[in-house]
């Protein structure tokens, strides 16, 4: 699922925030088509944000976050022109990564 991450981030006294969508349908593997047929559970099991090599952010999700999950989170240590690379790896072993530098630049 590659481009599957939007990231967005800002920097404010060391303190970086880190906003990402990520395209994703999380199914939990309990809903039904409409033929009846149960459809596979397919979710982020483990999502990653790592800064200077560092990991800043190791979560584990499962099948009851929303689809394309909004995730949100504060780390300190960082600065303008700084790296960071969100990634993810779903329990069908399908995965994507992004690598963006703080602050992200906005599209016109």
Not at 18 to 43: Q, V, W, Y
Not at 56 to 66: F, K, M, Q, T
């Amino acid at each position: 699922m590659a481009n599957s991450i939007q990231v967005r981030s800002s920097v404010k006294k060391g303190v970086a925030t880190i906003k990402c969508l990520i395209s994703h349908p999380m199914e939990t593997g309990m809903r039904k088509d409409k033929k009846g047929n149960l459809i596979p559970a397919k979710f982020i099991q483990n999502l990653a944000c790592e800064h200077a090599g560092n990991v800043v952010l190791d979560a584990e999700l499962n099948g009851s976050v929303s689809t394309n999950p909004y995730i949100k989170f504060k780390f300190s240590g960082a600065k303008n022109g700084d790296t960071i690379k969100v990634s993810w790896v779903d329990n069908k072993g399908d995965k994507d990564s992004v690598e963006v530098e703080i602050p992200t630049k906005r599209r016109k």
